[in-house]
């Protein structure tokens, strides 16, 4: 045993395999031992680390004893499969020989008939009176269980047993609900309590009892006189009043489970044999008195008779797709084989196991708690598959798009709300699209042929873009945001859309409807906000020539407006003048940035929007020259204005006009009505006459 010196001389034991596996180890006391007698931090490390190698290493230990017990109950499943085919074979031998005795005895010239037929007798009537007994019981059964009057109208069923018990949770082991059980021949009925009604219990469900297996609970705790049922792939615990009702249900089940595999062996007789009858004849020169006839059945091949079973093998080993293939088997079998009762009999039992691998599939879809979504829609493709082969296509459509739904939540909570909106925008429309765009191409090679699949998946897209509009008009609309930040946005989301349009779901008139009204309220604001400006700072105008204050600057300015579009070599007065007014040359950058934005935003619903904010922010500008020249300046400043008036109406506006026709394909009527409007302000002096050399009568702009 190895140990630890502390600060203080005192032994603490290394932890290893034989120390942490003791009876007595406490954990609580041996981490609070350490916490007091390890020296600093790096000790407690390496103690930790060393728990940690251990953890691992039992880990490991633990998958392969899992792996080698999986490997030998599958060999003891083989083997029991083998024993339970001689079982049959020495059961069908021994039926045989019964019959042969059978007919030998009846057959006798010398044998005394009278005690057989006596003993026929009293087994007749015995038997009419066990069927009297339980025609009684089920009866009263109808009377007392509301809707299982066709279960119990089945001419083979027989009464075993009842009584009342308590489900338990398989988890918490707390009561859920008290029912009543019945037990017959061939399956184990519930029924709950009635709260309305006339009869007692209401029918809740009926298990074949071929189907489920019971296991006795050992008592523990809280859970006593408990023993559960196993029905693939559900689990079911019951509780009973005492140990001796307890007893009584364990053994009526594995009497009812015996006697149906008697009954089950016995069907499964390939060719039952007939009694021989005498027949004589008086004008028959044969010798023999008797003759053997026998009527020929169909022998069902041996794999068909063992489908069930191996059905519950597949699934419970996950090999869905050889249980698929060994269902189409039986199906085609069943289609071209003669009628009889064990085909019948087959083929309910397949049926039951086509549902359970139904409900396997439907759960490996289904979204629970704790499951792993690292695969993605790629790990539902199989699953998707079968069940569209097994007939469920809608369940399987319906699935997939629940699963579609919880992933993109999943995406939504990821998406970071923190910095700036067009980032935020960007990383959610991103995210999103790109999901639905994968989850497209998903479900076009899960469903390629089914129109009604294909309605449910755009009513499914179009719910989850207006959950997406919602969250875009909440962080856009109801938050500052600028022009061009609203046009990027808006621009990046129909970009997006037309994306998903290349897939075949075309959904933009569903977005635009819900951002429409948004957007022509924000255009509304911004002109406001624009008009509100120009007026302000009119103002503080002083009407006087740029001064860029160096060539340098001048040559940097008139190459910035020149990439607008703007060529501003006519207005360069002296050195470093231009003829236009610091306002003039910030609303020129200002409003050709608006009409951009503007531009972005243009649909035909939009345009009348578009057209009243560029037309009302341009006329605002305009208007403030109009308002100079009507207060009687003087000759020179006069000038100016109409110089600046000039700049607007001609160049200005021919450059916004040639981009809105860039755009759009016509001009816009109401700002070429703003050009007609006023132009009467420059008639005065015209681009071509100006003199780019003009002199001042003052030096107060040198």
């Not at 995210?431 to 294909?454: D, G, R, V």
């Not at 990027?488 to 635009?512: A, F, M, N, P, S």
């Not at 755009?663 to 816009?668: A, D, E, I, S, T």
């Amino acid at each position: 045993m190895n140990f630890s010196k502390d600060c203080n001389g005192m032994d603490v034991k290394e932890p290893d395999k034989t120390l942490l596996s003791s009876i007595d180890f406490s954990p609580e006391k041996y981490v609070r031992d350490l916490s007091q007698h390890c020296v600093g931090g790096p000790e407690l490390r390496r103690l930790r680390k060393k728990i940690q190698n251990l953890s691992e290493e039992t880990n490991n230990s633990l998958k392969k004893n899992v792996y080698q017990n999986y490997m030998q109950f599958i060999d003891s499943a083989k083997e029991l499969s083998h024993l339970e085919s001689e079982m049959y074979q020495l059961s069908h031998l021994l039926s045989e020989q019964k019959s042969l005795l059978t007919s030998l005895c009846t057959t006798s010239i010398l044998a005394d008939d009278s005690m057989i037929i006596r003993r026929s007798e009293n087994k007749d009537e015995n038997v009419k009176e066990q069927n009297q007994i339980n025609h009684e019981k089920l009866a009263s059964i109808l009377e007392k269980v509301e809707g299982c009057k066709e279960l119990l109208e089945v001419s083979a069923r027989t009464y075993l047993y009842e009584g009342p018990l308590a489900e338990l949770d398989p988890l918490e082991n707390t009561v859920i609900k008290n029912v009543q059980a019945y037990l017959f021949s061939d399956g184990l009925m519930i029924a709950t309590r009635n709260g309305r009604g006339l009869m007692k219990y209401v029918f809740e469900t009926m298990y074949e009892l071929g189907s489920l297996a019971v296991v006795n609970v050992k008592d523990l705790g809280n859970i006593k006189y408990a023993f559960k049922i196993l029905i693939f792939p559900d689990t079911r615990i019951f509780k009973c009043d005492s140990e001796t009702t307890k007893k009584e249900w364990l053994e009526k089940f594995d009497h009812a489970k015996k006697t149906k595999l008697t009954q089950d062996q016995q069907k499964r007789e390939s060719v039952p044999e007939k009694s021989p009858s005498r027949s004589i004849s008086i004008d028959s020169q044969s010798l023999n008195q008797f003759e053997e006839l026998e009527d020929t059945v169909t022998a069902h091949p041996e794999w068909f008779l063992e489908a069930p079973e191996e059905l519950d093998v597949c699934i419970a080993q996950r090999h869905f797709d050889d249980a698929l293939a060994l269902l189409q088997r039986v199906v085609e079998y069943c289609a071209h084989a003669q009628q009889d009762h064990v085909l019948i009999e087959v083929q309910r039992k397949v049926d039951v196991r086509h549902n359970n691998l139904t409900q396997v599939l439907m759960k490996e879809l289904e979204i629970s708690t704790g499951k792993s979504m690292q695969g993605g829609l790629g790990a539902s493709r199989r699953a998707v598959r079968l069940l569209i082969m097994l007939g469920h296509s809608n369940q399987a459509c319906d699935l997939f798009l629940k699963l579609c739904t919880y992933l993109l939540k999943i995406q939504y909570d990821r998406t970071k709300k923190e910095g700036s909106i067009t980032v935020y925008v960007k990383n959610l429309s991103g995210i999103i699209f790109t999901n639905i765009c994968h989850m497209t191409e998903e479900f076009l090679k899960n469903f390629p042929n089914s129109s009604a699949c294909c309605s449910a998946y755009l009513v499914w897209v179009s719910a989850q873009l207006s959950y997406f509009s919602n969250h875009f008009i909440k962080r856009v609309f109801k938050s500052p945001i600028s022009l061009s930040n609203l046009a990027e946005c808006i621009d990046l989301v129909r970009w997006h859309c037309q994306k998903l349009c290349t897939y075949g779901v075309d959904l933009c008139y569903q977005v635009e409807g819900a951002l429409r009204t948004y957007i022509t309220k924000a255009l509304k604001d911004f002109n406001d906000k624009f008009v509100e400006s120009i007026k302000f700072k009119a103002l503080d105008d002083n009407w006087n020539p740029t001064n860029l204050k160096s060539k340098n600057l001048l040559s940097k300015c008139l190459n910035e407006y020149a990439e607008m579009g703007l060529i501003l070599n006519s207005y360069i007065t002296g050195d470093v003048w231009l003829q236009i007014t610091a306002n003039n040359m910030e609303f020129s950058k200002t409003f050709l940035i608006l009409l951009n934005n503007c531009l972005k935003l243009e649909t035909t619903e939009l345009l009348y929007a578009i057209n009243d904010t560029i037309s009302n922010v341009f006329e605002a500008q305009i208007k403030q020259h109009e308002l100079i020249l009507s207060e009687g300046t003087k000759a020179d400043q006069k000038t100016f204005v109409i110089k600046n008036a000039e700049f607007l109406l001609t160049t200005l506006m021919v450059l916004c006009q040639r981009k809105y026709i860039e755009k759009l394909g016509f001009p816009c009527e109401k700002l070429k009505q703003i050009q007609d409007k006023y132009s009467s302000l420059i008639t005065v002096i015209s681009p071509t006459t100006r003199d780019i050399k003009t002199k001042y009568s003052s030096d107060q702009y040198l």
